[in-house]
């Protein structure tokens, strides 16, 4: 089994930045990639970015050019900075990864999901 944790949640005032960590522990060989999904209230879960292979990136719309996200794989983190952050970025953000674990097959990974993290931006 792998365990997720998000880590930086909290209440930031618009226009500021944040910066979400997620770790990971477990049964790990390697992790093929991540993902950052966000829900807000209401709203379908949807894609922030995520990041595979050699570090390759990708960011949904809302977020491309005021986003970063990052990867350890030594440490098996993964980083999600957010800038100019805006009332609609207020929801749960949670991380995902595709985990390989030892003995497993490198082209079928187990998908993990973390609890999950608050972020609220305030006017």
């Known amino acids: 089994q792998v365990q997720l944790v998000e880590s930086g949640g909290g209440l930031v005032q618009a226009g500021g930045s944040l910066r979400l960590s997620c770790t990971a522990s477990?049964?790990?060989?390697?992790?093929r990639a991540w993902a950052w999904h966000r829900q807000a209230p209401g709203k379908q879960r949807e894609l922030v970015?995520?990041?595979?292979?050699?570090?390759?990136?990708n960011y949904a719309d809302f977020v491309r050019g005021r986003s970063s996200m990052s990867r350890d794989n030594t440490n098996h983190t993964s980083s999600l900075q957010i800038d100019s952050l805006n009332s609609e970025d207020t929801a749960v953000y949670y991380c995902?990864?595709?985990?390989?674990?030892?003995?497993?097959?490198?082209?079928?990974?187990?998908?993990?999901w973390g609890q999950g993290t608050q972020v609220t931006v305030s006017s």
């Open positions: 995902n990864a595709e985990v390989v674990e030892p003995g497993g097959l490198a082209w079928l990974p187990y998908d993990y």
């Open positions: 477990g049964n790990i060989f390697s992790i």
């Open positions: 970015a995520s990041i595979r292979g050699a570090g390759t990136t």
